[in-house]
């Protein structure tokens, strides 16, 4: 099984500011990685998938990267509503089609 | 407007039984995968199933295999999960999500339903 590692655990930021997080593979899933946001009381939302493919209408603040095992997600200036939690998952052996365990991005 | 309603939810027993389902409309049901996604309270997310578009070839994370059974009716736009033997570990939010997406075989979860929450107590 796959286990993905994201970090940090949470990470404080203001708005404005750029947010890169980090999801490490325990061995290589290429690019098939995807990223989520999870914001308090609602559903995940796919935000990119294939490491770096931008899902219909996310916005391009958003921005993923990374092959292999190491993987970020860039939020290039954050806005109120991107305080949230952001989950990475692998599609590359499955099954499980394993998430990591998020990262919060809260407020500074 | 591609919409997933789960049901069936809500309080098991120990070792006994439940039956989801989730009703899928706004898109071709029959050509797209479909997947169980779980949450427990204040936890991550975590993938419990999965089903091909036709029905044929199913995926079980370890957690629950020999447990539940994912299923669906192409011709109800339904997809199920029988969920047996359960623990209290299996208490969570579930919900059903839609593959899209897809590209070299694989797929991602791009639809999400807003959940049947299950809890397992005595």
């Known amino acids: 099984e796959i286990v993905l590692t994201q970090s940090p655990a949470t990470l404080s930021l203001s708005p404005g500011e750029r947010a890169t997080l980090s999801c490490r593979a325990s061995?290589?899933?290429?690019?098939?990685l995807a990223w989520y946001q999870q914001k308090p009381g609602q559903v995940p939302r796919l935000l990119i998938f294939d490491s770096s493919h931008r899902a219909t209408g996310i916005p391009a603040r958003f921005s993923g990267s990374g092959s292999g095992t190491d993987f970020t997600l860039t939020i290039s200036s954050l806005e109120p509503e991107d305080f949230a939690v952001y989950y990475c998952?692998?599609?590359?052996?499955?099954?499980?089609?394993?998430f990591g365990g998020g990262t919060k991005v809260e407020f500074k | 407007e591609v919409r997933l309603v789960e049901s069936g939810g809500g309080l098991g027993q120990p070792r006994g039984s439940l039956r989801l389902a989730c009703a899928a409309s706004?898109?071709?049901?029959?050509?797209?995968?479909m997947t169980w996604v779980r949450q427990a309270p204040g936890k991550g997310l975590e993938w419990v199933s999965s089903i091909n578009y036709g029905g044929g070839s199913t995926f079980y994370a370890d957690s629950v295999k020999g447990r539940f059974t994912i299923s669906r009716d192409n011709s109800k736009n339904m997809v199920y999960l029988q969920m047996n033997s359960l623990r209290a570990e299996d208490t969570a939010v579930y919900h059903c999500?839609?593959?899209?997406?897809?590209?070299?075989?694989?797929?991602?979860?791009?639809?999400w339903g807003q959940g049947t929450l299950v809890t397992v107590s005595s």
């Open positions: 999500v839609k593959e899209g997406y897809c590209g070299g075989g694989r797929c991602y979860l791009d639809y």
């Open positions: 998952q692998q599609r590359r052996n499955w099954p499980p089609a394993t």
């Open positions: 061995q290589s899933v290429s690019s098939y």
């Open positions: 706004g898109f071709t049901f029959t050509n797209f995968a």
